[in-house]
């Protein structure tokens, strides 16, 4: 069963506007939350994180909010530009029994961005 | 900046052959992972090693094995390749095992056992 779940599978938004990802969770346990982008043929890197004690961090272009009581988290590009076409991936730190904190991915997100 | 190294990019092997894959870091980090990706299914976690010669299960270890004999050096080890486990395998570094610390990725192996 999926603890983590993103369930839109791709995005398209236009050069410019704003790009909504969204991420869904189960487990309250999960203290942190993070997400990574993925352009094909490279690894993953990391783009932002929150606490499970924020509900608001800010980057630059991108924000990611965290609405504990819906187990819900988004990131917003703004503005969206074409190099940030990727797949993009929500994580979440699981401390398990052991305290040696998983992290568990969703499915991915494709974004592309159109010129 | 934190470099981890995957051994090879692409992979092309037979079943039922033993597969070693390698992963080195120059960061000194005390955390390693092993990770397939899948479409449709995400980056799975196979195995991961929190410091020299521990090691712990993920959430998919069958028919993987792990070794890390050496702290930059976290090796996966399929025991007798089956179509099945072709895939994009990654490996992660992370400096502690503290939930703040973000992983580190490499470029990625995509494995093909034929």
């Known amino acids: 069963d999926q603890q983590v779940k993103q369930n839109s599978p791709s995005l398209s938004v236009q050069e410019g506007r704003i790009s909504i990802l969204n991420c869904d969770y189960t487990?309250?346990?999960?203290?942190?939350f993070l997400w990574y982008k993925k352009y094909p043929a490279e690894g993953p890197t990391f783009l932002i994180s929150i606490s499970s004690i924020k509900d608001k961090n800010e980057d630059g272009r991108f924000t990611v909010f965290l609405n504990k009581s819906a187990k819900h988290l988004s990131l917003h590009i703004v503005p969206s530009q074409p190099g940030d076409s990727a797949v993009y991936f929500c994580a979440a730190s699981d401390p398990g029994t052991s305290g040696t904190y998983k992290y568990i991915f969703g499915t991915g997100t494709r974004l592309k961005v159109l010129a | 900046d934190v470099k981890v190294t995957q051994s090879s990019r692409y992979l092309v092997k037979r079943t039922g052959e033993k597969v070693f894959l390698e992963c080195v870091q120059d960061?000194?980090?005390?955390?390693m992972f092993w990770y397939r990706q899948d479409p449709g299914l995400g980056l799975r976690l196979i195995y991961f090693s929190y410091d020299v010669k521990m090691k712990e299960k993920g959430d998919i270890p069958e028919g993987y094995s792990v070794s890390r004999e050496k702290k930059e050096r976290f090796s996966l080890i399929l025991e007798s390749a089956s179509t099945n486990q072709t895939s994009m395998y990654l490996c992660?570094?992370?400096?502690?095992?503290?939930?703040?610390?973000?992983?580190?990725f490499g470029d990625g192996t995509r494995l093909s056992i034929l």
């Open positions: 960061m000194d980090h005390e955390n």
């Open positions: 992660a570094s992370r400096r502690t095992g503290f939930s703040n610390q973000p992983q580190h």
């Open positions: 487990n309250s346990m999960f203290d942190y």
